[in-house]
Structures are given as C-alpha cells and as structure tokens.
C-alpha cells in the first residue's frame, strides 16, 4: 500500500430516538504536496451508484502515486439513504419540510458583495481565496451556532461544505435511482 487511508466519523444528524447519524470520511494523502481533492456521494439518499465509485476510488488510490490530498465522503446523508424504499428515490428531500437536500448550502450575496469590496488590485489570488475561506468558515460556524437551530437539510449541507472548504477541485457524485 502507497497511501494511508484515514477514516473518520462526522456526526450529521440524530435520528428521533436519539442515535447518531454519521457520515464516514476518508482522507488520502499523497508522498507529495498538491492540490486536495473532494469528492462526495449520495446527497440525495437514494443516488448510491456514487458511493459504489468513491468505494473504488478508495481501494485503487491506496496503490497509485497522487501528489496532494483526496477526501472522499461516500452517503454523505445517511437520513435521505434510510429514507429510500424499493426503487422510489423519497431520499431526494427532507421528509420534515420538503426542502431539496441539495440546496442548504451556505450562500450569503449580501456579505459576498461586501467580500468583494475588500478585495484590491494588489491582493494575490492566493491571499483572496485564503481570505474567503476564511470568511466563508467563519460564517457556516456562526450559522451552525445559532441559538434557534438549523432544518435538517440545513444542518448537513453546512458541515458537508465545512468538509468541503479547503479543497481546490469538489465533486458531488449524482446520478438517477436504479429504476
């Protein structure tokens, strides 16, 4: 084996009785430095081919040389997974409000508009990007703090862009249901 492969457990979610729903995640990092790379499946439950894929990854990336980091994260959302019966895809949406899995992410015009106004001719691209990292950290932080609480779909887009954050080059595997 060329590569270590670290696993993890994030906890996403709780189900109704109380039991922790996690998300694993597996880092790969290469014998050199690179850009790292982040590759999720199954947003929407149901979408399992992908985790076939990222399983694949896993086992071929152990024996390749890669420069840089690759986190893989196979059934990101293991509620809309336990959601899905038979071939019907009812892991697409929160079963509690009805909101895509796919459109919790942190998105702010406001205080992206108020970035930008930051930025100047003589910053680097490096030093931008670094900066809105920060910023982008800073706010999905907050968000996840706050004292009223987050939807469910919310909650776990959140810390999967978290996951997500550092990462030169994202992939979210999709595909149909198996009918």
């Not at 930025?119 to 706050?146: C, G, P, W, Y």
Request: a positive charge; aromatic letters at 8%.
């Amino acid at each position: 084996m060329l590569n270590q492969v670290n696993k993890q457990h994030i906890r996403v979610a709780q189900n109704a009785s109380g039991r922790s729903m996690n998300v694993p995640v597996y880092h790969i990092k290469g014998q050199r430095p690179g850009p790292k790379v982040y590759i999720q499946s199954s947003i929407h439950g149901a979408e399992v081919q992908g985790n076939v894929v990222i399983y694949h990854l896993i086992q071929w990336l152990q024996t390749m040389p890669i420069c840089g980091e690759i986190v893989l994260v196979p059934n990101c959302n293991p509620v809309g997974t336990n959601i899905k019966a038979g071939e019907y895809t009812l892991g697409r949406f929160d079963p509690v409000n009805g909101t895509n899995w796919n459109r919790g992410y942190y998105y702010d015009p406001e205080q992206i508009a108020a970035f930008v106004n930051t930025v100047t001719a003589e910053e680097s691209v490096s030093s931008i990007k670094q900066r809105f990292r920060d910023h982008l950290r800073t706010a999905i932080a907050n968000k996840l703090a706050s004292p009223w609480g987050l939807g469910l779909a919310q909650q776990l887009n959140l810390r999967l862009q978290q996951l997500a954050l550092d990462a030169d080059f994202v992939l979210d595997l999709h595909n149909g249901p198996v009918s």
